[in-house]
């Protein structure tokens, strides 16, 4: 069983669209995250929910907007992509405030 | 501000020798630091990770290192095999309300030599 699993794994888009990114936790952690990897691999955090509810939000453009129905799932929707959107998007989760974060295996967002 | 790291280098090592990667932080209030694996096309992974008041621990292979004085750690891998090619990540984790902020270096990826 997959412990953090996203979908798509790969996502092929134009610029203007709107799309989301599906993420699921079976681990029982009731902290979940999304982090952008850009092409040079440098990993940054952009949001992080704790039991549903927003904790983190690091200056990300309001075209990007999380969702958490419950605390085993984070979705991300995307609107009017850009180019810069153009990364691999990974969800993780972790128990508490621990800071050892399972990761999913990403999310290849290009934008055309 | 927040910095973890340098840009990303490369390390490239013969295999069975050890590997040393290093990593600076900026923030003195982190209080846990991490060491991460990313493999080609996967997420990373949890390797070693050592709390503020400590300064050695170590792992099976794997030891980690902390200064606070210079706020740098390393990560020392011993006889390196092929299966530690990878691009690693250290993470320094502040205490941000209810959650944690891991905030991640830009990574060394690692090259084995055969």
């Known amino acids: 069983d997959t412990a953090v699993s996203q979908t798509p794994k790969y996502l092929v888009t134009q610029m203007g669209n709107d799309k989301s990114i599906k993420c699921e936790q079976n681990?029982?952690?009731?902290?979940m995250y999304w982090y952008k990897q850009d092409s040079k691999k440098f990993l940054k955090i952009m949001f992080s929910?704790?039991?549903?509810?927003?904790?983190i939000n690091e200056t990300v453009p309001n075209r990007f907007s999380p969702k958490s129905p419950d605390k085993a799932h984070l979705n991300l929707h995307i609107n009017s992509l850009e180019l810069g959107d153009s990364a691999v998007y990974f969800c993780?989760?972790?128990?508490?405030?621990?800071?050892?974060?399972?990761f999913g295996e990403g999310s290849r967002l290009t934008v055309l | 501000g927040e910095s973890v790291g340098l840009h990303l280098p490369t390390l490239s090592v013969q295999e069975g020798d050890n590997s040393i990667i290093n990593c600076a932080y900026s923030?003195?209030?982190?209080?846990?630091f991490i060491w991460y694996k990313q493999e080609s096309g996967k997420g990373p992974q949890f390797i070693i990770d050592?709390?503020?008041?400590?300064d050695k621990r170590q792992g099976q292979r794997v030891t980690v290192l902390l200064n606070k004085t210079v706020k740098h750690l390393s990560l020392q891998i011993a006889a390196t095999q092929p299966g530690d090619s990878a691009v690693y990540f250290c993470?320094?984790?502040?205490?941000?309300?209810?959650?944690?902020?891991?905030?991640f270096g830009s990574g060394t990826r690692l090259s084995i030599r055969p």
């Open positions: 993780a989760s972790s128990h508490g405030s621990s800071g050892e974060l399972f």
């Open positions: 681990l029982g952690h009731d902290t």
């Open positions: 929910y704790n039991n549903k509810e927003l904790i």
């Open positions: 923030n003195s209030a982190s209080d846990y």
């Open positions: 050592i709390r503020s008041n400590m």
């Open positions: 993470a320094e984790t502040i205490p941000y309300s209810s959650a944690s902020k891991i905030i």
